[in-house]
């Protein structure tokens, strides 16, 4: 069998609907099957437009909107009786007009099988578009070759607690309200880690230095995958208390983020809206907040004391391994 995917960029470290594409490919390739991908950010129009002329089993699309820019392969695929599949995460469903929600209806015509990566998103969909997705299927990526680093990880006790962030800094990611919760922390002696680039950048620089926690309180920038791997060996606890703009139509489709830090045994202290709830197991793998300063002080002081299960966290994280998606690969008809 031979699949297109259509995504707008491409591969690990990219973001969580590139790198959703570059576990797909592979999970495809390992299983025999053909794959070639347009990325139209990365290849331009000109390679996307080539695609309009290839012989394939089924189309791949990673977002409705990458629909646009193969629409006659869809339709092509239609007139063939052939099937399409669309990923839905969660943003791009969000403050939709009347035309968008129809062209999305005519992808439904035009027997576009829709794909959900969480049942609260799933149900969004539906809430928006009035279509149901097809099938909740959670996001993937190699959990176990995360988790084979482990056994380099240090045993030799720490004087202080590490903590984590590894996002883009934008103001739905909270992690302003981070910072307010640590500044009241002082029982524990912590260091927190916060890996990422975004427009909060200075504001939560200059957060950090009223509060006078520059000692206690690292701004890393964009880390390569070795130094964020090398910061998960070390973290005790992951933060990232995610919260639903509704304004501006941004929202936590699922996180695999937490996934790779359970993947390292970490529990993670998360938000509780969108997927996040069905990524991160109340108690479990960590503890959802509201994201109110309060609530996310409560939740690290909680998570500090608690006695997580390491191998049950680390099981979790194992389910989302590419190699494991048999879920998938039915969907598509390959199994």
């Known amino acids: 069998m031979k699949f297109l995917i259509y995504s707008p960029e491409f591969g690990p470290s990219k973001g969580g609907i590139q790198t959703w594409a570059y576990y797909i490919k592979k999970l495809l390739v390992e299983n025999n099957c053909g794959v070639e991908v347009f990325s139209f950010r990365e290849d331009g129009l000109k390679k996307t437009i080539k695609g309009f002329f290839q012989k ?85 990526m190699n959990a176990s070759e995360l988790n084979k680093k482990l056994s380099a990880k240090s045993k030799d006790k720490k004087n202080k607690k590490i903590f984590f962030t590894l996002t883009r800094l934008v103001e739905r990611k909270n992690i302003k309200n981070v910072i307010y919760a640590l500044s009241k922390i002082n029982t524990i002696d912590f260091v927190y880690y916060i890996a990422g680039s975004g427009p909060c950048l200075d504001s939560l620089k200059k957060t950090i230095n009223e509060l006078g926690l520059e000692e206690k309180i690292q701004l890393l920038g964009r ?41 390292f045994g970490i529990p993670v202290i998360s938000g509780n809206t969108g997927g996040i709830t069905e990524a991160v197991i109340d108690g479990k793998t960590g503890f959802h907040s ?11 002081l909680k998570a500090i004391d608690h006695d997580f299960d390491g191998e049950y966290i680390i099981t979790h994280a194992l389910k989302h391994d590419y190699s494991v998606q048999s879920e998938l690969l039915h969907t598509l008809g390959i199994k």
């Open 223 to 263: 880390v390569s995958e070795e130094q964020k791997e090398n910061l998960l060996l070390n973290t005790d606890l992951f933060i990232l208390p995610s919260l639903f703009d509704i304004k501006d139509g941004s929202i936590e489709g699922y996180g695999i983020v937490y996934i790779e830090a359970n993947a």
């Open 56 to 140: 394939s089993n089924a189309i791949i699309i990673m977002t409705w909107k990458v629909s646009l820019l193969c629409f006659p392969s869809l339709f092509f695929n239609f007139i063939k009786g052939k099937k399409s599949f669309c990923f839905v995460h969660g943003n791009e469903i969000l403050n939709l007009n009347l035309i968008e929600i129809y062209y999305i209806r005519l992808l439904s015509f035009l027997n576009v099988k829709f794909i959900a990566n969480s049942k609260d998103i799933s149900n969004l969909f539906f809430d928006n578009v009035k279509i149901k997705a097809d099938i909740v299927i959670p996001p993937f």
């Open 290 to 300: 509201d994201g109110s300063v309060e609530s996310i002080y409560n939740s690290i």
